[in-house]
């Protein structure tokens, strides 16, 4: 094999994607690809900038313009850091209207493929194997059931530091989300054909994070 593998992770809100993709990344020695983080760094800048979230044309220009570095886990967007900024509840409930542009989609995606064009990555989003790596060796679609991971996010945000939500609310925001992302009109969310779909309520992150890692080292060794 000319290059190395990629892993490409999909699935809805709060299945896990992130903690699973960083686990995977650091055992393989992978780069890790958060592609929310870029969805969100841009909405946190139409918001900053206060753009109409219909507002195509300015949001295409604040797109072409924004600098968007992912090192490590800070997230760096025209050189301020935002790595906290992006996960709250303000972005959260507003994200989903700014991915299903297309102008956003169009240009994060080639960001995307070019972070991934040598391989040797573990991308996690929404549309990584059936978009931005269709090609991708290890194809997962990682999901749960929307009570599982209403109460997994609230763990996360109390862990933050970022209050008390409750579990109500959190499942209504994540069905909404799941109903944006999976009727929107470009890259839908949705298992690719070829992807292995992992359910993740009753695994403990280590046990996707070995199921993942077998998959992968079957297709290196093949
Ligand atoms: O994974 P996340 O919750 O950080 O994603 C934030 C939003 O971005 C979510 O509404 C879906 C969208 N997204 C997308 O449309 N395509 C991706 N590849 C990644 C995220």
Redesign the pocket.
């Known amino acids: 094999m000319s290059q190395l593998p990629t892993i490409a992770i999909d699935g809805p809100?709060g299945a896990g994607?992130?903690t699973v993709t960083k686990l995977v990344a650091a055992r393989l020695g992978l780069l890790f690809l958060?592609?929310?983080?870029m969805?969100?760094s841009i909405a946190w800048l139409v918001l900053e900038a206060n753009l109409a979230l219909d507002d195509e044309l300015k949001i295409a220009e604040l797109v072409s313009r924004a600098k968007i570095v992912l090192a490590g886990e800070r997230v760096v967007v025209n050189g301020i850091d935002v790595t906290e900024a992006i996960r709250t509840q303000t972005v959260?409930g507003k994200?989903?209207a700014i991915?299903k542009l297309g102008v956003v989609r169009a240009e994060l995606v080639k960001q995307q493929q070019a972070i991934g064009a040598q391989g040797g990555i573990v991308a996690?989003?929404?549309?990584?194997c059936t978009q931005?790596f269709p090609d991708a060796q290890v194809k997962i679609f990682l999901t749960a059931s929307v009570g599982e991971r209403a109460r997994r996010r609230q763990q996360d945000l109390r862990d933050r530091g970022q209050g008390e939500v409750s579990l109500a609310e959190l499942e209504q925001s994540i069905a909404e989300?799941d109903t944006?992302?999976s009727m929107r009109e470009i890259?839908p969310?949705k298992k690719a054909v070829d992807a292995v779909e992992i359910i993740s309520d009753n695994l403990s992150i280590e046990e996707v994070v070995e199921t993942i890692v077998a998959m992968y080292e079957h297709v290196v060794n093949k």
């Open positions: 809100a994607k992130s958060d592609t929310g983080a969805y969100r959260s994200v989903s991915a996690e989003g929404r549309d990584m931005v989300r944006i992302d890259s969310l």
